[in-house]
C-alpha cells in the first residue's frame, strides 16, 4: 500500500511533552504493547491491526494481542491479563465507552501508560487518545447526502450507544442537517440508536419503520455495515435506487455498491497511517518519552491528549483519486461488478 514509509521516523522525531509516564526505560528493553482489540468483525480492523503490528516490529517492539468478540467483560478480563504478562503500554480499542473506564484507571494506576486507539474510553483519564476526526466523519456523510436530498424525509442510523465515536458523529450529522430540519426543508423520520454494532439489531428497528418507508429519501449510516443493511431493507420493499445512503469506513464492498450506483458516499479513513502513528506514540510511552499532541479532548472528568487525523469523503467522482489510489483497494475489486472497467 502506498503510504509514506517515511512515516514511522516521523513519529519518534515527535518533540515536546503532554504526557510523561514514570522513570526512564532500559536503554536494550524491548518494549512490550499489549492491544485490546473489541472485535475484528469488521473490514477495517483486520488492516488496523496489521498495520500497527508492523510498525511496532519495525520500531524494534512486541506485541501481545487479545481480541474481545464484542464482549466488554470479557474484554475487561483480557486487560487485566495483559497487564499480569508485563505489558509496558497498553492500546486499547473499547468495546465500552464507560464500562471500561475503570479497568483501564486500574491500568494507569499501576504506571501503565494507556493509549485509547479510535474510540475514547471516558472517565479515564488516558495518556492519549488517536482518531479520525469523528465529528467530521459525521458532517461529511450528512453533506453528501444533504448535496442530493434538499428536500423530504431523513433516516438517521447511528453507531453503538456506548460507542463515544457514534455520540461525535451523530453531533456532526445533525450539525449539518439542522438548518434544513429548522427551516422545514427536510424531516428527520426517525432515528436509531442501537445497543451495539447490530445489523440484526437495526433490521428490527427498520422493520418498525416499514409504514414509513416512502417518507425516507436519505439516510446516514454509522458505517457501511449498517448502510448496507439499509440498502437491503429498502431494496426488498420497493425502494432500490430511490434513496440516498451515506456510510463510513470504504469498505470494499461499500465502494463497489458506489461504483454501481446503490450507495451514495462513503467515507475513507487511512487506517495504516492512524496505526502507524499509534504504534510510534505506544512505543515512546512504552519506552518513557514525552510526548506532545496539538489538541486535546473531555473524556468526561478531565482534557486528555488527541491526534486527530483527517477523515476523506468518498463518491463515485474521487474513488480512483482516494481509495484506489492509495492502494486501500484495487481497480479491479471495486469494479468487479462493472463490465469494461478494469
Not at 458516499?265 to 519506552?287: C, H, Q, S, W
Request: aromatic content about 6%; overall charge negative.
Amino acid at each position: 500500500m502506498r503510504f509514506l514509509l517515511g512515516a514511522l521516523a516521523l513519529i519518534l522525531g515527535l518533540l515536546g511533552a503532554s504526557c510523561s509516564p514514570k522513570g526512564p526505560a532500559s536503554v536494550d528493553h524491548v518494549p512490550v504493547i499489549g492491544f485490546s482489540q473489541d472485535s475484528l468483525v469488521l473490514e477495517r480492523w483486520q488492516r488496523d491491526i496489521a498495520a500497527f503490528q508492523d510498525a511496532a516490529r519495525d520500531l524494534g517492539a512486541q506485541v501481545i494481542l487479545r481480541v474481545a468478540n464484542q464482549d466488554v467483560a470479557f474484554q475487561e478480563f483480557q486487560v487485566r491479563e495483559l497487564v499480569k504478562e508485563g505489558i509496558d503500554v497498553l492500546v486499547i480499542v473499547a468495546n465500552d465507552a464507560d464500562r471500561l473506564s475503570s479497568v483501564v484507571r486500574e491500568v494507569r494506576a499501576k504506571g501503565i501508560p494507556v493509549v485509547s486507539y479510535d474510540r475514547l474510553v471516558r472517565n479515564a483519564g488516558v495518556d492519549l487518545y488517536i482518531s479520525f476526526d469523528n465529528e467530521k466523519v459525521g458532517s461529511l456523510m450528512a453533506s453528501a447526502v444533504l448535496g442530493q436530498v434538499k428536500q423530504g424525509g431523513y433516516l438517521i442510523i447511528n453507531g453503538a450507544k456506548t460507542d463515544n465515536n457514534a455520540v461525535m458523529i451523530n453531533s456532526g450529522i445533525l450539525s449539518v442537517l439542522r438548518p434544513s430540519v429548522d427551516s422545514g426543508k427536510i424531516r428527520i423520520v426517525s432515528e436509531i440508536w442501537p445497543e451495539a454494532w447490530d445489523n440484526n439489531e437495526v433490521r428490527a428497528s427498520l422493520e418498525l419503520l416499514l409504514p414509513q418507508i416512502q417518507d425516507i429519501q436519505g439516510i446516514v449510516a454509522g458505517d457501511d455495515m449498517l448502510a448496507e443493511e439499509a440498502i437491503r431493507f429498502f431494496s426488498e420493499n420497493g425502494r432500490s435506487g430511490l434513496v440516498k445512503v451515506a456510510g463510513q469506513d470504504a469498505d470494499l464492498a461499500a465502494c463497489q455498491r458506489i461504483a454501481e450506483g446503490s450507495q451514495l458516499a462513503t467515507i475513507y479513513k487511512p487506517v495504516e497511517r492512524l496505526a502507524l502513528k499509534a504504534a510510534g506514540f505506544a512505543v515512546m510511552l512504552a519506552n518513557r518519552e514525552t510526548i506532545e499532541t496539538d489538541g486535546s479532548i473531555d473524556d468526561g472528568s478531565t482534557a486528555v491528549p488527541y491526534v486527530r487525523l483527517e477523515p476523506l469523503l468518498v463518491t463515485r467522482a474521487n474513488l480512483e483519486a482516494t481509495v484506489i489510489k492509495d492502494g486501500f483497494h484495487a481497480a479491479k475489486d471495486v469494479y468487479q461488478n462493472i463490465p469494461g472497467k478494469p
